[in-house]
């Protein structure tokens, strides 16, 4: 049976999750998860002082993560439909140095609130796979983002190298589900619907051709801990109704 991904599930899971979102990244990644951000925000590098888009932001971690590689210079826009998770980021921010250039937005990615060719970056860690219809999202951040601008997805994978390929797999499937009920108790199973909904994502060449599809080009895939997550790169072209490229 499909994982449910429906908005209201989704919504409610997260929302019981929120308060204890972020150390639950920290600790069942092993903080690999901080490394995975540092990396996208240099490989997918803002240029100049448009702004920045991050969907399904959650408590906003690669917002901040573009926050400190701006220096502040750049406007960031964090949204998320789920309003608790989105408290916790709001309660993140030093007013001193955030509130002005760090905006956080209750918004759907599949129905975002923004005009056309806004955005010179268009990112999102690891919520593309949550949204209900992955392609809908995909044209949504395409449709927001500036020409010749680049949309990043950072999204778990299958490592491929064995033995590790299986220790990994046992952990994901067997112990992770289990320290993330323990730690944050729910009643949606949140801890559960990772695994499993990792499992039915599309992912290397298939996440890469639903990029294409959704009007991108120069895509490409760059594994990170030994393909334990990877960052997916397109380029919206400069000229739109240019053809697509690989």
């Known amino acids: 049976m499909p994982v449910d991904k429906s908005n209201d599930r989704v ?11 972020d150390l639950l990244n920290h ?6 998860d ?25 408590t906003g971690d690669l917002a901040f993560a573009y926050q400190r590689r701006t220096s502040g210079r750049t406007p960031i826009v964090a ?26 937005v209750e918004a759907d990615t599949q129905h975002l609130p923004f005009a056309d060719n806004q955005f010179q970056l268009v990112t999102v860690a690891f919520g ?3 949204v209900a219809d992955t392609q809908r999202g995909l044209r949504e951040m395409v449709r927001v983002c500036r ?27 067997n112990v992770l589900p289990r320290i993330g009920q323990w730690l944050a108790a729910n009643r949606q199973n949140a801890y559960n619907y990772l695994p499993e909904s990792v499992r039915e994502f ?14 991108l080009e120069r895509t490409r895939r760059i594994p990170f801990t030994w393909g334990v997550a990877t960052l997916y790169l397109g380029t919206k072209p400069a000229v739109q109704g240019a053809e697509r490229k690989t």
């Not at 919504?11 to 979102?21: L, V």
């Not at 600790?27 to 690999?32: K, R």
């Open 34 to 58: 901080r490394y995975w951000r540092w990396r996208t925000v240099r490989l997918a590098a803002p240029g100049g002082t448009a702004p920045i888009l991050d969907v399904c932001t959650g």
């Open 202 to 215: 599309p992912e290397g060449e298939a996440l890469l051709e639903q990029l294409r599809l959704a009007g």
């Open 11 to 21: 919504r409610r899971m997260f929302g019981e999750i929120a308060p204890r979102y």
């Open 128 to 130: 593309l796979r949550n």
């Open 147 to 173: 020409p010749a601008g680049t949309v990043a997805i950072l999204e778990f994978s299958t490592p491929q190298w064995q033995p590790f390929r299986a220790i990994y797999g046992w952990y994901f499937r």
């Open 27 to 32: 600790v069942l990644s092993l903080n690999a």
């Open 79 to 104: 949204a998320d439909f789920c309003a608790e998770m989105l408290q916790v980021g709001r309660a993140k921010r030093d007013p001193a140095r955030d509130a002005e250039h760090l905006l956080f």
